[in-house]
């Protein structure tokens, strides 16, 4: 059966207020930009849902898309007939052909926004239900978790029918909370953190320090495609490549071991700051997991941390490591992650790094380096490069070809 709408709700934004347009609009604006290889779909976002009229768009590639929008509660595909009781009847007997195979039990759902239709909302629940045991005697009706929920909606455009109901996304439309720097590594918990991120409404941007020739092509590669597997969740993601081998070459040269972790991530969190500025963003984010590592524990996190009065948000921060994995395979970014490429915090890991650094040595240690001329030297060679998903960067290859 060939559905000509599709029919999104929008669960947590309802709750809103006054507030509840600028979320819908934007949720409006997000989907029509997952959906721009479809440019015949029309998107009309009314106060209580959205409706995506098709015009002939295939919806079994439309609706893998669709789950990947944030701000979605659920959405049913649907078809639209006229307001005739016969046409409505026969084709809520052609949509329980196709899924009753007749062990399922069954429940009509009829709600009338037209109300000068010639039924209420009651008797088209009986009329309807009639003509599904018309066609099936034996089946039973179940007023409470059916099987089958057969919702038919009356408009003014309308009557349309849907037998299922898929699971969106949840959360809230990414943009609606602000700009996120997200400090990308290349590993398993960086783009778990993004994912929540933008699951509250928070628009990342992905700043991963690459230092060649100590870190790989590949290495920086993963970093992309990790970015890539984030994309379609919001379209488009900028990626800003920040070469870091000085800085890291100046630290090994001038700190003692020990310090070196802490001393890196506080140019990294310094640089990612600087970063912040220049792109009106309003936080850092990033995957750091309590206890993980030396310089997560919450001693580093202090030492680490006073560089900045910018807000970091750790998404996975209280998560078990199994729990952020199990996240990451659900976003299919773990086997991209557990690549054997090194990122430049692997590459010049010290044997014996400080879980508890005191703040009086990293200042003198720090004293022994050019901070401001090297951030300054690094943000004047930023990379940036917008990153699409997947899905769109195969369709730009094979466009080359034709």
């Avoid at 329980?96 to 009651?122: N, P």
């Avoid at 380096?369 to 917008?386: C, F, N, Q, S």
């Amino acid at each position: 059966m060939k559905y000509t709408e599709i029919m999104v709700r929008y669960g947590e934004l309802s709750t809103k207020g006054k507030n509840r347009n600028t979320f819908i609009t934007r949720l409006a604006s997000n989907v029509k930009k997952t959906l721009t290889d479809f440019p015949h779909v029309r998107v009309h976002a009314d106060r209580d849902r959205m409706h995506l009229l098709l015009n002939g768009e295939d919806s079994d590639v439309i609706i893998p898309k669709l789950q990947k929008v944030f701000g979605i509660q659920n959405f049913s595909p649907s078809i639209r007939v006229e307001k005739e009781i016969d046409v409505i009847k026969k084709t809520a007997q052609e949509m329980m052909r196709e899924v009753y195979t007749g062990k399922e039990t069954f429940k009509i759902t009829a709600k009338r926004s037209d109300h000068d239709f010639i039924q209420t909302s009651g008797e088209l629940n009986l009329t309807l239900g009639n003509a599904v045991i018309d066609l099936f005697p034996d089946i039973k009706a179940k007023m409470k978790n059916p099987d089958i929920n057969l919702r038919v909606e009356i408009r003014k455009d309308g009557a349309f029918l849907s037998h299922t109901t898929i699971q969106g996304a949840g959360g809230l439309p990414v943009g609606t909370g602000g700009k996120g720097m997200l400090m990308l590594s290349g590993g398993i918990d960086s783009p778990v953190a993004g994912y929540f991120a933008m699951k509250r409404g928070v628009e990342i941007e992905a700043v991963h320090f690459a230092s060649p020739p100590y870190t790989s092509e590949q290495a920086l590669q993963k970093a992309k495609d990790l970015t890539a597997k984030l994309a379609p969740y919001v379209g488009s993601i900028q990626f800003i490549e920040v070469p870091f081998t000085e800085v890291q070459e100046e630290i090994k040269k001038n700190i003692p071991q020990g310090y070196w972790m802490t001393i890196t991530r506080r140019m990294m969190l310094r640089l990612t700051d600087a970063i912040r500025e220049q792109r009106k963003g309003l936080i850092i984010l990033n995957g750091e997991s309590l206890g993980q590592v030396a310089s997560q524990t919450l001693q580093s996190m202090v030492a680490i941390n006073e560089v900045t009065n910018t807000p970091i948000i750790r998404p996975v921060a209280t998560m078990d490591k199994l729990e952020i994995i199990d996240v990451a395979q659900k976003i299919d970014t773990f086997e991209l992650a557990i690549q054997p490429f090194e990122d430049c915090c692997t590459i010049f890991a010290p044997p014996q790094p400080k879980t508890r650094p005191r703040l009086d040595k990293v200042h003198h240690y720090e004293e022994r380096l050019d901070i401001e001329g090297m951030i300054e030297r690094a943000m004047a060679e930023l990379k940036m490069e917008e990153i699409v998903s997947e899905t769109e960067q195969q369709t730009d290859e094979f466009a080359d070809f034709l």
